[in-house]
């Protein structure tokens, strides 16, 4: 199996996005679970990354998500969601997150344009006044109609 290429630590993170900068490119920063990703997820992405040159996702580990969405999440273990990541164009790079929120990474790699779905208003979003703080901009995407990872866990758990 190919290596995890695109999955590094914060601090490799940090580096990269610094020399990024220093070359004038547009850093997007995206965060979440990404647990059975869907069309939605894809979709999310692709926009997040054309907001700019390079995209970064943090990705909350398993611990993370069992304290925000309770036992039985995620469906797919950090390593796999971290394979599916990695799979796509997209995706520049993929920082995994012990906390609830990803706020140490917004405050070290202080991006220029922080992405989250529009079913958040930007004060919710975590790092919102860090990055404008910095003269960056928060940008809330739609989301796909019929995607959710919790819906389709729901109808999954229906079925007969």
């Given amino acids: 199996m190919k290596p995890l290429e695109r999955v590094v630590s914060l601090a490799e993170a940090a580096d ?15 965060n979440g679970v990404f647990d059975l990703l869907h069309p939605g997820h894809v979709r999310f992405l692709e926009q997040a990354r054309a907001l700019g040159d390079f995209l970064v996702v943090g990705v909350n580990t398993d611990a993370s998500v069992r304290r925000l969405k ?13 394979i599916l990541l990695n799979a796509l164009r997209s995706v520049d ?13 917004i405050e ?12 958040y208003r930007r004060e919710e979003v975590v790092g919102h006044d860090i990055v404008e703080h910095h003269g960056g901009r928060v940008v809330l995407l ?3 109609p019929g995607y959710s990872t919790s819906k389709i866990i729901e109808r999954i758990r229906k079925l007969p």
Avoid: H, M, S
């Fill in 16 to 30: 990269r996005v610094r020399r990024l900068k220093r070359l004038g490119k547009t850093v997007v920063f995206t």
């Fill in 70 to 82: 309770g036992p039985g999440r995620p469906v797919f273990p950090l390593e796999a969601r971290l």
């Fill in 93 to 105: 790079l993929i920082v995994p997150f012990e906390e609830d929120t990803p706020r140490r990474l």
């Fill in 108 to 119: 070290t790699l202080l991006p220029q344009v922080l992405v989250k779905g529009a079913d």
């Fill in 142 to 144: 739609p989301l796909l």
